[in-house]
């Protein structure tokens, strides 16, 4: 373990943090038009609703068929109002199954990944049909384009241990990299997005916005779905307004002008862990969290001296100690962090681990990379945010669940472990400019005494592993609805995009 001198306790770690960009003032005309248009469109989506439910329910000679149905019913954003006649179908394909020999790469790995989808742990070596004798993919399968953008995808729900699916990873990777510049344009422009977000890392809201225009490519006149999946886009897309109003009546930014506003990415951010108009009160309690937690972490990241957030973090902690006391539940409510035990538990934990970081700063302290980790999977905000959006789930979220969750259990570690990597990874050149705790990358460089680009691959091995664990617990039977380990998916899932790239989130325009 090294340091470097400590600095004055008196010195401010300020970030000159890139302006806000949004103009809010764009948003205060949604109200009145939504409003207007509301029963119109509920009429119109009901109408749409009844008719591909007939598609769903009809009876086919191919299952092939009902596999493509459901999977573009799933990509084009739409199966959240379908669910019980999905997990229906799903589950007969499951128990009843024809036999697979003989039929083709794509409709083989569109079963599998479509039923790994739905959490049913099915074998991965239905593909062992499509390899060598030396254990290769056959050659011949290079031809078959589409079948290796399915099992491209399948094999990116894979588990640890399953080398079939690491071995198809590679083998499509390279080959449809190679083959992408003598696709026609809709295929390459398939296969290219696949290549930067699969199904399983993509973000369902955003995913939908991409796949939209690609099925429109292919479909009947009139097709119901596509109408539908329009619709159904444009109709649930939360409007900002309501949170524009919310944070200018606190004027945080003018009474902590040191931190970032991000009440719009904060929005962007939950509209991507769910988007279906059921959640729509989790996704303004988190919202305002997220955009409030961030000022709260600005503070301690790039304004506090020790001792103010040392009294900071004690207040935070008087109130989660204070169950019952009426002014400091009314500070709670008014930072936005709930009504909630659970969720006011969650936030004094974190600026713990907030301080934490804070106190290496000042020090001059390069903790262990498994130093680092084991706090920054708090202070990465994962837990936390993760702890609020259980509040939009009605019933799924029981206190055994909020019990399960606070723990940080094996489903829910690797994502803030994800969360925590990619975050360090995206900002610490940005970070090194000024007075900051050392991140994961100098961490792990310090320690093992290893390159910048040496740690960068290091790092990208565990952020694999990570995924393949999130996807191991997804697959067990455990007491956790599968609706709350989704979200702990698409949370690790925005994690990547945002930090990889945060404008393709905010192409959010209507069709």
């Given at each position: 373990?090294?340091?470097?001198?400590?600095?004055?306790?008196?010195?401010?770690?300020?970030?000159?943090?890139?302006?806000?960009?949004?103009?809010?003032?764009?948003?205060?005309?949604?109200?009145?038009?939504?409003?207007?248009?509301?029963?119109?469109?509920?009429?119109?989506?009901?109408?749409?609703?009844?008719?591909?439910?007939?598609?769903?329910?009809?009876?086919?000679?191919?299952?092939?068929?009902?596999?493509?149905?459901?999977?573009?019913?799933?990509?084009?954003?739409?199966?959240?109002?379908?669910?019980?006649?999905?997990?229906?179908?799903?589950?007969?394909?499951?128990?009843?199954?024809?036999?697979?020999?003989?039929?083709?790469?794509?409709?083989?790995?569109?079963?599998?990944?479509?039923?790994?989808?739905?959490?049913?742990?099915?074998?991965?070596?239905?593909?062992?049909?499509?390899?060598?004798?030396?254990?290769?993919?056959?050659?011949?399968?290079?031809?078959?384009?589409?079948?290796?953008?399915?099992?491209?995808?399948?094999?990116?729900?894979?588990?640890?241990?399953?080398?079939?699916?690491?071995?198809?990873?590679?083998?499509?990777?390279?080959?449809?990299?190679?083959?992408?510049?003598?696709?026609?344009?809709?295929?390459?422009?398939?296969?290219?997005?696949?290549?930067?977000?699969?199904?399983?890392?993509?973000?369902?809201?955003?995913?939908?916005?991409?796949?939209?225009?690609?099925?429109?490519?292919?479909?009947?006149?009139?097709?119901?779905?596509?109408?539908?999946?329009?619709?159904?886009?444009?109709?649930?897309?939360?409007?900002?307004?309501?949170?524009?109003?919310?944070?200018?009546?606190?004027?945080?930014?003018?009474?902590?002008?040191?931190?970032?506003?991000?009440?719009?990415?904060?929005?962007?951010?939950?509209?991507?862990?769910?988007?279906?108009?059921?959640?729509?009160?989790?996704?303004?309690?988190?919202?305002?969290?997220?955009a409030t937690i961030s000022v709260i972490d600005d503070t301690y990241d790039a304004y506090g001296t020790i001792e103010e957030l040392e009294l900071f973090t004690q207040a935070i902690d008087k109130l989660n100690n204070s169950k019952n006391d009426i002014c400091s539940i009314n500070l709670i409510c008014r930072f936005s962090l709930a009504n909630n035990v659970f969720i006011i538990f969650i936030v004094s934990t974190t600026c713990k681990a907030y301080l934490v970081e804070a106190k290496w700063c000042n020090e001059g302290y390069i903790p262990t990379y498994e130093e680092y980790m084991e706090n920054g999977i708090v202070s990465c905000g994962y837990p936390l945010l993760m702890t609020s959006c259980l509040l939009g789930l009605r019933n799924s979220a029981t206190k055994d669940v909020f019990d399960w969750i606070i723990q940080v259990p094996k489903m829910v570690?690797?994502?803030?472990?994800?969360?925590?990597?990619?975050?360090?990874?995206?900002?610490?050149?940005?970070?090194?400019?000024?007075?900051?705790?050392?991140?994961?990358?100098?961490?792990?460089?310090?320690?093992?005494?290893?390159?910048?680009?040496?740690?960068?691959?290091?790092?990208?091995?565990?952020?694999?592993?990570?995924?393949?664990?999130?996807?191991?617990?997804?697959?067990?039977?455990?007491?956790?609805?599968?609706?709350?380990?989704?979200?702990?998916?698409?949370?690790?899932?925005?994690?990547?995009?945002?930090?990889?790239?945060?404008?393709?989130?905010?192409?959010?325009?209507?069709?």
């Open positions: 373990m090294s340091s470097w001198t400590p600095t004055s306790q008196k010195r401010r770690p300020i970030a000159n943090f890139s302006p806000n960009i949004w103009e809010y003032n764009l948003f205060a005309s949604a109200p009145a038009l939504v409003l207007n248009e509301e029963l119109d469109i509920q009429q119109q989506l009901q109408h749409l609703k009844n008719q591909v439910r007939k598609l769903i329910l009809n009876r086919v000679e191919d299952p092939t068929e009902k596999l493509n149905l459901i999977d573009n019913i799933k990509r084009l954003g739409v199966s959240c109002h379908f669910e019980n006649e999905i997990r229906e179908i799903i589950e007969n394909m499951h128990e009843n199954h024809p036999p697979f020999e003989g039929k083709d790469l794509h409709t083989i790995s569109l079963w599998f990944r479509l039923l790994r989808q739905e959490g049913y742990h099915v074998s991965s070596d239905v593909f062992d049909q499509f390899r060598d004798e030396n254990g290769d993919f056959k050659k011949s399968l290079i031809e078959d384009v589409i079948g290796m953008l399915s099992l491209y995808e399948a094999a990116h729900f894979a588990i640890q241990g399953e080398d079939v699916l690491d071995k198809a990873i590679h083998f499509t990777t390279y080959h449809l990299t190679l083959r992408l510049s003598n696709l026609n344009p809709t295929l390459e422009r398939k296969v290219n997005h696949a290549l930067n977000y699969s199904i399983r890392r993509g973000i369902p809201r955003l995913e939908s916005k991409y796949y939209i225009p690609m099925y429109s490519l292919e479909a009947s006149q009139n097709d119901p779905l596509l109408e539908l999946a329009i619709v159904d886009f444009n109709v649930n897309k939360l409007n900002l307004y309501l949170y524009y109003r919310w944070w200018k009546m606190l004027d945080f930014m003018m009474k902590v002008p040191y931190a970032r506003d991000r009440v719009v990415e904060g929005y962007f951010w939950i509209l991507g862990v769910y988007f279906e108009p059921q959640y729509m009160l989790g996704r303004t309690i988190t919202t305002k969290l997220a570690r690797p994502s803030s472990i994800i969360t925590r990597v990619i975050n360090d990874m995206g900002s610490h050149k940005f970070e090194k400019k000024r007075l900051h705790v050392a991140s994961i990358i100098e961490c792990s460089m310090n320690q093992h005494g290893i390159s910048e680009l040496e740690t960068y691959e290091l790092l990208q091995k565990e952020l694999e592993d990570a995924w393949k664990d999130i996807n191991e617990e997804y697959l067990k039977e455990i007491f956790v609805p599968k609706v709350v380990l989704q979200c702990v998916v698409n949370f690790t899932s925005i994690v990547e995009l945002v930090y990889g790239n945060f404008s393709t989130s905010i192409q959010m325009q209507s069709y």
